[in-house]
């Protein structure tokens, strides 16, 4: 019973760490590190008298609780991830023990029938605690590779928890089986076969529900990203409708003098005065300015412009007559506002900040070329060729090159970006040909 005490101690302390390495790598952590660990020392040891019944069923259900709790307790976590979690690092678990089966089954048998034998309880604790480890790490290393921080589940993935719960019933099944009887070495190796392939499907299993998560997760932050840039074509059309009032208070700016003119008698001070305020106050009188002839396209520009004087940027752009003309409102918010947006977030701070943005006719004029370039301090290329942010919003980080690209990618076009490490500026280069030329 002391060695059979140890074992399980020993287990349960090295089970804990295991279990908090795993969690720490790919979620982020509600608590400090000595705490974490310490909570899931002292889980796992309460869980140690039931291991100790050597009942399987009880060590199974008692693991996947433990697991979900600690998870859920240490981890910023949704509840329905952790389920996912507890099952899959249950499966590991026990398919880690089994193994032991195919490799040395008569020490797997030697363990649960002569437990006080301290060798084969330390051979047994190495040997399959080992294999946890290096299984649930792997896996974790992989997905920590894949993405910075491991997203959020849903509910949509939660029916993928049916083949790690079946996994878990056939393990219990292929345990029962390996502790009742002597097996030989033929069967010992179809259990072998069987406990990879089985580990095997629960990894794939475990791809699978990353990758629905993160397309569930990307498919979320485009909605909202399609949502934002409906909306900026709202303001943009306000914009548009503001400009359009300018032109039309010009026109009658003779009419309006002509008012004030017949008003001044001396005896309609007040009327004048009046009459001036509310002409001043009128949004027709704000200000603006003219870089082109698309309306949406010319308010784009023209709050960017505000934006650069505000954050003291020079500000600066070229519109020839006739590109473009085939994009929507969409395509205009979607296009120069990301990447006027972009551009504003690098160039902010920068020594002698600037943008310019140009767009003109080449290949004879059946061709648009946009370019936009910005004052960078630093490199945002890294070395896989995606782009660093410079922005608070991480999370949503992304969202405006895939916006980008796709207004490029629907009219067949050509992007891409260089960094000027000797002037420190960054530049994007965008080339298409107009739709008529393609067809």
């Known amino acids: 019973m002391d060695n059979s005490l140890t074992y399980y101690t020993v287990a349960s302390v090295i089970e804990a760490f295991i279990l908090w390495l795993y969690c720490n790598k790919l979620f982020k952590q509600r608590l400090n590190t000595p705490l974490s660990i310490l909570i899931a020392i002292i889980m796992h040891l309460l869980s140690a008298p039931v291991y ?5 069923i009880l060590n199974i259900i008692s693991f996947i609780l433990i697991t979900y709790i600690v998870t859920i307790i240490i981890s910023d976590i949704s509840f329905f991830s952790a389920i996912f979690h507890s099952l899959m690092l249950t499966v590991v ?26 060798n084969n309880t330390a051979l047994y604790v190495f040997i399959s ?14 997905l920590k590779k894949r993405k910075g921080s491991y997203p959020y589940s849903d509910r949509s993935t939660l029916f993928l928890s049916i083949i790690p719960a079946t996994s878990i019933i056939i393990m219990l099944c292929l345990c029962f089986i390996c502790i009742s009887m002597p097996l030989p070495s033929q069967v010992n190796t179809y259990i072998s076969v069987s406990i990879l392939l089985l580990l095997a499907i629960n990894m794939f299993t475990f791809y699978m529900q990353q990758i629905i998560v993160r397309k569930n997760n990307e498919n979320a932050r485009l909605l ?17 409708d503001n400009y359009n009032k300018q032109r039309i208070l010009i026109h009658d700016i ?14 309609h001070t007040k009327e004048i005065s009046d009459y001036i305020s509310e002409l001043s106050d009128s949004d027709a009188l704000k200000r603006s300015r003219t ?9 784009i520009l023209s709050r960017y412009a505000e934006i650069c004087e505000s954050e003291r940027i020079s500000f600066a752009a070229d ?19 990301n990447l006027l947006d972009n551009a504003v977030a690098a160039a902010s701070g920068t020594p002698h900040a600037f943008i310019d943005c140009n767009v003109s006719l080449i290949q004879n004029g059946n ?49 891409k970006y260089s960094y000027d490490e000797k002037d420190h500026y960054f530049k994007y280069t965008i080339l298409i040909q107009h739709p008529g030329i393609m067809q």
Not at 321 to 332: G, K, Q, V
Not at 373 to 378: E, Y
Not at 399 to 411: A, E, F, H, P
Request: aromatic share 12%.
């Open 319 to 337: 519109i020839r007559y006739r590109t473009l003309e085939y994009f929507s409102a969409n395509d205009y918010a979607s296009l120069f506002g």
């Open 93 to 118: 678990m026990g398919l880690s023990e089994l193994l032991v089966v195919g490799f040395v089954p008569n020490l797997y048998i030697l363990f649960f029938r002569e437990s006080g034998t301290i």
């Open 52 to 56: 100790m019944l050597h009942f399987p």
């Open 367 to 415: 061709a648009d070329l946009i370019t936009v370039t910005n004052s960078c301090s630093n490199n945002p290329i890294a070395s896989d060729g995606t782009l660093h942010t410079t922005k608070a919003d991480t999370i949503n980080h992304g969202l405006g090159t895939l916006s980008i690209k796709r207004i490029v990618d629907s009219y067949d076009g050509i992007m």
């Open 254 to 267: 003779k009419e309006h003098l002509n008012t004030i003119s017949a008003l001044n008698d001396g005896s």
């Open 291 to 299: 870089y082109c002839r698309n309306p949406i396209f010319n308010a």
């Open 129 to 142: 605690k080992t294999i946890y480890l290096f299984i649930s790490q792997a896996v974790s290393t992989i």
């Open 224 to 240: 909202l990203e399609l949502q934002r840039e409906s909306d900026n074509v709202q303001y943009y059309n306000s914009l548009k």
